[in-house]
């Protein structure tokens, strides 16, 4: 470890300050800091820093400055990303609302459509019922039918033979002989 003064040129008030600061390989520093006294520092010749008080400085460590820039500049994305998804969210949330919307109209047509299913099978109950109606009602004039065919026919079989007894008994009476008139 050489001092810094060794190195620099400066004015004698600074002198005793640049004698307490102490020029180390980089590897070297953090094993030195603890034989450091009070108001000793080391530096590296890439920029590192280690003070008596346990105080560290990387030599490509961001400074506070730049720490704030970074973390304004990280605070702007995340208000970018929130606004993104604040647009997302609301698409989203009108793309929900249009589902919904659609979802109640596909209901309202489910409820119409089996409404309209049952009228239909209602009507389709009364056809059958009415066509069942009209298969008794042709059996029953069917069977009047043929009852009264039947009865046509043995009356005009009755008839014919009343007829045929009715030739038979006119020609008997004119076969018989006159009544003598008194």
């Known amino acids: 470890m050489e001092a810094l003064a060794?190195?620099?040129?400066?004015?004698?008030e600074l002198a005793r300050r640049l004698a307490q600061i102490g020029?180390?390989?980089?590897?070297?520093?953090?094993?030195?800091?603890?034989?450091?006294?009070?108001?000793?520092?080391?530096?590296?010749?890439?920029?590192?820093?280690?003070?008596?008080?346990?105080?560290?400085?990387?030599?490509?460590?961001?400074?506070g400055a730049a720490r704030r820039l970074a973390e304004r500049a990280r605070l702007v994305d995340?208000?970018?990303?929130?606004e993104q998804a604040r647009t997302d969210a609301a698409a989203k949330r009108q793309a929900l609302e249009a589902a919904e919307t659609e979802l109640k109209a596909a209901?309202?047509?489910e409820t119409a459509a089996r409404e309209a299913w049952r009228a239909a099978q209602r009507e389709a109950d009364a056809a059958r019922e009415r066509h069942a109606n009209a298969e008794r009602e042709i059996n029953r004039h069917a069977a009047r039918k043929s009852a009264l065919?039947?009865?046509?026919?043995?009356?005009n079989a009755d008839r014919a033979?009343?007829?045929t007894a009715y030739e038979r008994a006119t020609a008997a009476l004119a076969e018989l002989p006159a009544k003598p008139r008194h």
């Open 6 to 12: 060794a190195h620099v040129e400066a004015p004698s």
């Open 23 to 63: 020029v180390v390989a980089k590897e070297r520093g953090a094993s030195l800091v603890s034989q450091l006294k009070t108001g000793q520092r080391l530096v590296s010749l890439e920029g590192d820093v280690w003070r008596w008080d346990g105080f560290v400085a990387a030599a490509h460590a961001p400074t």
């Open 78 to 82: 995340i208000e970018n990303e929130l």
């Open 107 to 109: 209901s309202a047509s």
């Open 149 to 155: 065919t039947e009865a046509h026919s043995r009356l």
């Open 161 to 163: 033979e009343a007829h």
